[in-house]
């Protein structure tokens, strides 16, 4: 079996995977976005992607048990098929992708939509926002071409999912249906694009026991957390996220 031997690799691989699966087992997904940023301190960001997204496979099988009779259908009509357009385009663009727009566009959204209902001081008691076409297939056209890229669709989703004020294990239920369609569709072009080399598969395999214990961690602290607690974990995860992919595209345009 081939995987990476770089030691500096697994310092920030193993964090990166662990955060991967407590985000998306207990809240949503959001902060997993770091993972591949956090790998690519090592490695390319392209064999990041690769490496991870066996692994995101693997935790969406976990958590699509966990949260079998726990999401939302309307949702998942108007996301999924855009997504599956978003994924196409990535595809189409994949050699002329600039990485650095992509997180810059991703992070905004993120920051501008956490700020906008922090100042506003909404209430998690008052009017909850509805699924609605327009909204839903632009950030799920969104979603999936971000998730193609870097699998950074949980901030266009959490955007979309957050103002509804669902039960929390229900957008947890939704974020993890819609994933593993998206992560599995994806598996077809990033084969066809050569990005699963003996290398990048072994090394996801090593990662399976951090994925499945992270996985169960996630689930673990999701039944902890009260509603009210929750959702502000949630908002204040996708500002994080949208901080750190800020940084990371600064960095990167003036690299």
Known sequence: MEFISDPFFYVVGIPAVLIAGVSK??????????AVPLMALAVSPQAAAAIMLPILCLMDLANVWAYRNRWDRRNMKILVPAALLGILVGTLSFSYLNEAAVKLIIAMIAIIFTLDHWLRGRKETGAPGKATIGKGTVLGALAGFTSFVAHAGGPPVSVYLLPQRMDKSIFVGTT???FIVVNYVKLIPYALLGQFDASNLGTSLLFVPIALFGTWL?????????VKLFYRVCYSLLFLTGIKLLADSILEFTA
């Open 25 to 34: 087992s207990g809240f949503g997904g959001g902060l997993g976005v770091v």
């Open 176 to 178: 993890v249906m819609f």
């Open 218 to 226: 996630g689930l673990w602290a999701h039944d902890k957390v009260s």
